[in-house]
């Protein structure tokens, strides 16, 4: 089955460093989305890409968040610097437009000591 | 802005026991309506979807959801729960964005299902 992945798997950072998460979406596939998942708030919708082009990143805090998709194959979410409240797993899922549901990666567990 | 909520954050049935899981939405226009499942540590997994046509839509491992427009809700069944059942439930309402068509997910907190032996 194809699968979307996503790196690393596990990471401990320390308050104030940056923070690169990576997606790599189903070949073929035309959207991503990035989510963020915590006990307290749940599923939120980070950022959405259609066609590599940014299309919703009102979700974001945009001072210490960016997302990219530099090439179709690979999308990535950095946080700059991070903090404590970042904590939570990160999840990025892709789609075909026009398809009917997306494909989720195992998710990013994020720790900011 | 759409909405969807699971008023039930446990719930625990006996192995071999049907199953409802209840999802209620709030959206202005024709929904795509989703189930998710989740286990532990693992990202989410499609169930099914309702997008149109026949409001009883069949999914994978079992499960079934109806749509009932009147009602707002999409509820996940499932006849015989197995104890491989036990994670988190996630019902989801897909939005038009700029009116392009199905696009983003809002989904709701999620049920979490106990099997008990």
């Known amino acids: 089955d194809a699968r979307v992945t996503q790196t690393p798997r596990d990471k401990v950072t320390e308050m104030g460093q940056e923070v690169t998460m990576r997606c790599q979406p189903i070949l073929g596939h035309n959207t991503v989305f990035w989510y963020r998942q915590t006990m307290m708030q749940g599923l939120e919708l980070l950022a959405y890409?259609?066609?590599?082009?940014?299309?919703?990143d009102s979700g974001m805090p945009k001072d210490r968040f960016s997302a990219e998709m530099p090439d179709a194959t690979l999308a990535t979410l950095k946080i700059q610097p991070s903090e404590p409240r970042d904590s939570a797993v990160y999840f990025c899922?892709?789609?075909?437009?026009?398809?009917?549901?997306?494909?989720f990666g195992s998710g990013t567990r994020l720790t900011v000591v | 802005a759409q909405s969807v909520t699971q008023p039930d954050i446990h719930i625990t049935v006996s192995e071999g026991a049907s199953l409802e899981l209840r999802c209620n939405y709030s959206?202005?226009?024709?929904?795509?309506l989703f189930w998710y499942v989740q286990s532990p540590g693992q990202g989410l997994q499609l169930l099914l979807k309702y997008f149109s046509g026949d409001t009883l839509v069949q999914g994978i491992k079992g499960f079934e959801a109806e749509f009932k427009r009147s009602q707002s809700s999409f509820n996940l069944r499932k006849p015989s729960v197995h104890w491989s059942d036990a994670a988190e439930y996630f019902c989801a309402v897909g939005a038009s964005f700029m009116n392009s068509g199905y696009s983003t997910l809002t989904f709701g907190k999620g049920t979490m299902l106990l099997v008990s032996p």
């Open positions: 890409f259609r066609n590599r082009a940014p299309l919703d």
């Open positions: 959206y202005g226009a024709t929904p795509y």
């Open positions: 899922a892709s789609g075909l437009e026009g398809a009917h549901g997306y494909t």
